[in-house]
């Protein structure tokens, strides 16, 4: 498996522009994560996923971001409109749940550097 | 505050020593994990304590626990410059996967 796959791995957009950034994460594993880090406030979870299904989005800042699973291949994190506070970076991270274990080893994306400007 | 807390922020030592790195949380757990972090890449999982295991070991890595105490520390034996990277604990609540500020380490030739 190629691992955890990220697009785009640079952006730069104009404030109030509309932001899409994508996952596709390890075949087989049912648990999805999404990140944001910044020196200010280091690795903050935003929203994770479990069997696509939204689990916990209290970590998404305001309504301006929203995050999909449309199916177990791929997930969306879209942020509309975009301001320059949004800069950071962000990653996917995917782990796989075991019956009577919740939570294995998560793995990483190489992550998206979103600059705002 | 959704993160663990770990101290300290930074450590510099010399190649050959030992670093020990520290992670206090809050809340219960299922296991406990540390993650590596190279400047400009994507987190690398080292290690996974589960929440009735006191200590484990992986290679030059020590990792132990005490739920008791709500902490847990990471060793790395005789350090080489190649282990200078930001070193993050993570907490696992019911597959919530939960990260502490890091630990900058320098280890320096």
């Known amino acids: 498996d190629a691992g955890v796959i990220q697009s785009p791995r640079h952006e730069v957009t104009e404030m109030g522009q509309e932001v899409t950034l994508r996952c596709k994460p390890i075949?087989?594993?049912?648990?999805l994560f999404w990140y944001r880090q910044t020196m200010m406030r280091g690795l903050e979870l935003l929203i994770y996923?479990?069997?696509?299904?939204?689990?916990?989005d209290s970590g998404m800042p305001e309504d301006r971001f929203s995050a999909k699973m449309p199916n177990a291949s791929f997930s969306t994190l879209k942020i509309q409109p975009s301001e320059p506070r949004d800069s950071a970076v962000y990653f996917c991270?995917?782990?796989?749940?075991?019956?009577?274990?919740?939570?294995?080893?998560?793995?990483f994306g190489q992550g998206t550097r979103l600059t705002v400007v | 505050s959704q993160q663990g807390e770990e101290d300290p922020q930074a450590l510099s030592i010399q190649e050959g020593e030992n670093a020990t790195m520290n992670c206090s949380y809050k809340?219960?757990?299922?296991?406990l994990q540390w993650y590596r972090q190279n400047s400009g890449r994507g987190l690398v999982h080292l290690i996974l304590?589960?929440?009735?295991?006191r200590e484990k070991h992986s290679g030059r890595l020590r990792v132990t626990l005490d739920t008791s105490k709500k902490s847990s520390s990471l060793l790395i034996t005789a350090s080489r410059a190649a282990d200078t990277a930001s070193y993050f604990c993570?907490?696992?609540?019911?597959?919530?996967?939960?990260f502490g500020q890091g630990t900058e380490l320098s280890v320096k030739p």
């Open positions: 991270a995917s782990s796989l749940g075991k019956q009577g274990f919740i939570g294995t080893e998560a793995f």
């Open positions: 075949s087989g594993h049912d648990y």
């Open positions: 996923f479990n069997n696509n299904v939204p689990i916990d």
């Open positions: 809340t219960s757990i299922n296991n």
């Open positions: 304590i589960r929440s009735n295991e």
């Open positions: 993570a907490i696992n609540q019911g597959g919530k996967l939960i």
